[in-house]
């Protein structure tokens, strides 16, 4: 059986149009969900320690376990918020001294995020002490570990 030229390049053609349009759709729904998912960490990391400081505001002193996090607003709006710190998703660094206002705390560490394939690539989400929730290289997380460790 012998094909003519035009209808092989048009083969051709063909297949590489859908290796690109299968290609575009895998790397496009790829992004987006890891997009998503980034979002999610740094939003219910941030919104995590939103609570601390409420607990602070509303009590004069902080927080010291997860437990007396539970009656402040973040704990009655945030489903599950708790599983984020008991399995060890949420890692808080549970302030002590600090000025209960967060633009006083931009240098401190909060929390910082430790599971899934957002953490296992050399980065972790963390939030730091003027609730910025910041994309961060492990080093530097370990880095600030250490400084909180040496002021203890």
Known sequence: MKFSKNLIKSIIIGALLVLIALGYHFFTITYNTTDIAHKA???????????????????????????????TPMALTMRRWDDDIYSGRVVVVWPQDWPPSPKDNADKLLAYYTAGLISDFGRQWVCWGDLRTEYLPTENLQAALKIVSSKE
Not at 41 to 69: H, M, N
């Open 41 to 71: 960490v740094s939003y219910r990391l941030k919104f995590l320690c939103e609570g601390i400081y409420q607990y602070r505001a509303a009590t004069g002193s902080w927080p010291a376990k997860v437990a007396d996090l539970a009656g």
